[in-house]
């Protein structure tokens, strides 16, 4: 069993910068994918990147490149998504999630994932 913990969520203005991390307990991170995925009210929840387990490669959705990069301390067993240039629709609760069967290249999609945090709101301001 795995369990996720997001924080570093909260309200900043477009342009600003966030980062997000979440922590996992149980297992270590060190075997597994890990992925950020993100909910607006009203929407369905939508893949934003993705870090495959020995970090040697990072999956973007096509909204956040340039702006969003995530990182893993498998030592620490946090991984890192830091936000940069903020948009208003960026706001949303993100949710960390942990692919412990490495199914990478399904890294888009939540079904690859087999755990989940609670999530943390992000609301960013025009």
């Known amino acids: 069993q795995v369990q996720l913990v997001e924080s570093g969520g909260g309200l900043v203005q477009a342009g600003g910068s966030l980062r997000l991390s979440c922590v996992a307990s149980?297992?270590?991170?060190?075997?597994?994918?890990v992925g950020w995925f993100r909910q607006a009210p009203g929407a369905d929840r939508e893949f934003v990147i993705a870090?495959?387990?020995?970090?040697?490669?990072?999956y973007y959705a096509d909204s956040v490149k340039g702006r969003f990069t995530i990182s893993k301390n498998n030592a620490q067993d946090t991984v890192y998504l830091q936000m940069n240039s903020l948009k208003p629709e960026d706001s949303g609760v993100y949710f960390c999630a942990a692919d412990v069967l490495r199914r990478y290249n399904s890294a888009s999609r939540s079904t690859a994932y087999d755990y989940w945090g609670q999530g943390t709101q992000v609301t960013v301001s025009s």
């Open positions: 149980g297992r270590t991170f060190s075997g597994f994918n």
């Open positions: 870090i495959k387990w020995d970090g040697r490669d990072i």
